[in-house]
């Protein structure tokens, strides 16, 4: 703790008792940020009001806060401070006045002298206790910014894949159905109510990475490891819905559940489904694995990234080629479109994410950002001007499209991030890592929750480092490494 020093009541005495004045310099503090420094009718949150802050208002309008309470804790403090180095300073002079006779046994001059030892403890351990209590109290008001946790608990399990899921997608036009795409080499339509799969689609050679549906029609776009991307029409059929099950004991943040036998699951399993095998349109213009494939806002145009470092836009009527985007130095990653703008996002092994315009149809500019260390494993789109970019250098970011020089918000973790998902509707970015942890965390960077790992999970996500999963809320699907989990979301005011 800052100090400064003590007056001293002549240099006859500070040589006579240099271990009294040592004892007095210790017992006071540095007054910092006071009112007397701040110049006269100028509040604190004027002094801030130029300052170019990151900081939310409401995140610094409570830092204030809390810095102004430690301001009053301590100009108390240092006005008893001031009484008692009074109170010491006197009791210096008149142990001092008498010169050696202090060691001479005198019962009140050695009652003077326990008194200024006993003044000396109590105020260190005032001061200890103070700042102990000070300390707590910040940390409490920062714990309550994170507002209340998010409760989960597992509803309903999709099982039926051979392989690991890699991707998985809801339909936004009914019949709502949830699609994931497998290493299998298929993708699997499900009834999110019942878990039953619906159809399958096995016209892929390789494994399919993604899955996305057209935003209107009852289309599906898959890209896969055959280096083609496909566009094939489905149609299901909703099975009658089920009563909920009973889902009653929430899941604490940092708690496993599911007690489940390993065959035990809800739902069926894919068994005798209705089957695509031929597909409406066929991409095939890259050299490499395709990774990932998105459609344009109005879904006439596809976009599709590959390993061969380039992304394709194509014509989806026509299957043609329009644009090749390259760049890149290295294999990407994944690519995303602006739900309302044509406005395409990859993400690349070279550690940048790229910016892709096409509101102009004159002019195709982009924009390359750097601001991770490590493979940028998927960067998306929110509903709002918003991107999240997540990284194997264990950090997701979020940028405001207006201004993308730097981050409005950093989100550090403990492991790799693999492909991020967000909410359209409550803004929540959920984090899947590598350590088979996912993360629910809200646009501001707050940790809201931490979904539950079953015995299931644990003993099934300990095949392959590069089993990339995706969850997607609300609500809350988690891909495995053969299934999928529906998790809804709850709040709670603890």
């Known amino acids: 703790m800052p100090v400064e020093g003590g007056s001293s009541s002549g240099s006859a005495s500070a040589a006579r008792h240099p271990k009294q004045k040592r004892k007095a310099h210790s017992l006071s503090i540095r007054r910092t940020n006071s009112t007397e420094e701040r110049p006269p009718g100028i509040q604190r949150g004027d002094m801030l009001e130029g300052q170019d802050s990151k900081l939310p208002i409401s995140l610094r309008n409570n830092l204030l806060d809390l810095f102004g309470q430690i301001e009053r804790e301590f100009e108390n403090l240092y006005i008893e401070n001031l009484e008692l ?16 006779t202090v060691d001479g046994g005198d019962p009140s001059k050695g009652a003077l002298k326990a008194k200024a030892s006993h003044s000396t403890s109590q105020l260190s351990q005032k001061l200890k206790t103070t700042y102990k209590a000070s300390t ?46 497998s290493a299998d080499h298929s993708a699997l339509l499900w009834s999110i109510e019942t878990g039953k799969c ?23 776009l898959t890209a896969s490891g055959d280096q083609t991307a496909h566009i094939w029409r489905y149609m299901v059929q909703l099975p009658a819905p089920q009563p909920p099950p009973d889902v009653t004991a929430p899941c604490d943040d940092d708690q496993d559940s599911s007690d489940r036998e390993e065959g035990e699951v809800d739902g069926e399993g894919p068994g005798e489904v209705p089957t695509v095998r031929v597909a409406t349109a066929t991409l095939k213009s ?51 479109t602006h739900p309302t703008q044509r406005l395409v996002v990859t993400s690349s092994r070279d550690t940048t994410f790229r910016l892709w315009d096409f509101r102009d149809p004159s002019i195709h500019s982009v924009n390359v950002f750097q601001g991770h260390t490590d493979t940028v494993t998927s960067a ?27 981050p409005i918000a950093t989100i550090r973790t403990d492991s790799a991030v693999n ?47 590069q089993n990339k999963r995706l969850i997607r809320i609300p609500p809350c699907i988690y891909g495995t490494h053969q299934h999928c989990n529906l998790w809804p979301r709850t709040r709670s005011d603890d």
């Open 380 to 406: 998306v789109f929110t509903v709002g001007d918003n991107v999240v970019s997540g990284s194997d250098d264990r950090t997701v970011k979020v940028w405001d499209l207006k201004n993308m020089r730097s």
């Open 286 to 336: 890259h050299q490499g694995v395709v990774i990932a494939a998105d459609w344009l806002v109005g879904g006439r145009q596809v976009v599709t990234a590959s390993w061969d470092r380039a992304a394709n836009l194509y014509e989806v009527e026509t299957s043609e080629l329009v644009h090749t985007l390259t760049g890149h130095d290295q294999e990407l990653t994944h690519c995303c």
């Open 198 to 220: 619906l159809l399958r689609y096995a016209g892929h050679a390789g494994s399919v990475n993604s899955i996305k549906f057209h935003p209107t029609e009852q289309m599906a």
């Open 136 to 181: 707590s109290k910040i940390v409490s008001s920062f714990k309550a910014t994170t507002g209340s946790r998010a409760l989960c608990q597992l509803l309903k399990e999709y099982v039926g894949h051979r392989d690991g899921i890699w991707d998985l997608s809801v339909t936004r036009t009914v019949p709502v159905v949830l699609g994931t795409a």
């Open 419 to 465: 492909r991020i998902s967000v909410s359209a509707n409550q803004r929540i970015i959920a984090l899947p890592h590598d350590n088979r942890q996912v993360r629910l965390f809200d646009m501001s960077g707050v940790r809201l929750a931490r979904l539950p790992r079953s015995n299931r999970m644990g003993r099934e996500h300990t095949h392959t480092q």
């Open 85 to 100: 180095r009074r109170e010491i300073d006197s009791l210096n002079e008149r142990l001092s006045g008498d010169g050696q």
